[in-house]
């Protein structure tokens, strides 16, 4: 019969690492210091955020990682090491979606950690705002959703500005339903973002048939409101159930279980190859025969994988459309380079958005 370590070995052993591991995450923190240092010698100013250096560390440590942690866990746990770590060499402000407690601001927390100040604010196009002016050094805002599609205001805001994509994070979507009541006959009505009610609609159909639903700007503002009326309920993330002190009463009641929004990281910086990038660019035809051929064919041609692509309106003319793509690869990547080189001889307007690292988990 094989022996059991006895459980006061187990504690002293346990002991014994933590104090290893917490003298390894200050002597990290102490390089991080140091890195300041050095850059600011060097004369470099702005943020010491680098979006590629941090997906490279993440990666290599997902590929480090032997278990019995799982990678998310081991990624989760360095990224917040280095978000404390780089707080230490210079704080940082990152606009979202507010108000708190919105999925977007779950994204700013799982790209950049918890050690950075998160500025909420009420519209996308405020978010494009505070970075322009210098208010914030980088803004998280939603792009697509794997079931209602595009965010067209993101779309139709880069046409304007003068950022640059400098990363992506994907957030699992998880709709739950709160309230002060948890009684589901007691509840008259519910708030929620108008997509969050659609991604709903048949558990809302099955179990609140006869409940008005009403469509608010935000699901955190449906959480306050909720907080705030009698009988009412709103269907919003965790984390607005925590802000406002509701209960939840049905957990992932969204229709699609992998229903996924991918948010993008916007700011001054560019960032450089990692191997594993994508690039997003605009253009724009003109109303012509086989426009959108002579714009895909390149890519083909170089074997250049298309992630997406999406059309908008460009508001220059009658039918006359801004086309959006990502694709596989950085603008600095040889072959994407001359691929990029031939749309711009094809298109009237060419307009690149970035080339950033793909999410890592």
């Known amino acids: 019969m094989s022996s059991v370590t006895p459980l006061s070995e187990l504690r002293n052993r346990i002991d014994a690492i933590d104090a290893q591991i917490l003298d390894l995450i200050n002597q990290r923190a102490s390089c991080a210091i140091e890195v300041a240092k050095t850059k600011i010698a060097e004369g470099e100013q702005g943020t010491f955020y680098r979006p590629d250096r941090e997906s490279l560390v993440l990666r290599r440590i997902k590929e480090l990682n ?21 707080a230490l060499e210079k704080p940082m402000d990152i606009a979202f979606l507010g108000p708190e407690g919105t999925f977007t601001q779950q994204a700013v927390f799982k790209h ?8 909420p604010v009420s519209t996308i196009n405020e978010i494009f705002g505070a ?9 998280v805002v939603p792009v697509e959703n794997s079931t209602e599609g595009v965010i067209s ?23 739950n339903l ?17 997509q969050s009610l659609a991604q709903c609609r048949q558990w809302l159909d099955n179990h ?19 907080s705030i009326n009698k009988n009412t309920a709103a269907i919003a993330g965790i984390a607005a159930a925590d802000v406002y002190h509701l209960d939840i009463i049905e957990n992932n009641i969204e229709d699609e279980p992998n229903n996924t929004t991918r948010f993008i990281i916007i700011g001054q910086q560019l960032s450089t190859p990692t191997g594993n990038d994508k690039t997003s660019l605009v253009v724009s035809t003109g109303n012509q025969p086989g426009a959108l051929h002579r714009i895909l064919e390149p890519f083909a041609k170089f074997g250049i994988g298309m992630v ?16 959006f793509i990502d694709i596989e690869g950085h603008s600095d990547d040889k072959v994407v380079t001359e691929a990029l080189d031939t749309v711009k001889e094809r298109v009237q307007m060419f307009k690149l958005l970035g080339s950033y690292p793909k999410a890592v988990l």
Not at 131 to 139: A, L, T
Not at 169 to 175: F, G, K, L
Not at 309 to 323: A, N, T, V
């Open 131 to 139: 970075v322009e002016s210098g208010k914030c050094q980088f803004g």
């Open 153 to 175: 205001h993101t779309l139709d805001r880069f046409s304007t500005s003068t950022l640059n994509i400098c990363g992506e994070v994907e957030i699992r979507v998880h709709q």
């Open 66 to 86: 032997p278990g019995p942690l799982d990678d998310l866990t081991a990624v989760r746990f360095f990224r917040e090491l280095m978000s404390a770590c780089l």
């Open 308 to 323: 997406n692509i999406e059309s908008r309106p460009s508001r220059q003319g009658l039918w006359d459309y801004l086309f």
């Open 208 to 226: 609140l048939p006869s409940v008005k639903q009403i469509a608010v700007n935000s699901n955190s503002e449906a959480a306050r409101l909720a």
């Open 112 to 119: 950049f950690g918890h050690a950075v100040k998160t500025i």
């Open 178 to 194: 709160m309230s002060h009541t948890s009684n589901l006959s007691e509840i008259t009505e519910v708030y929620s973002h108008q």
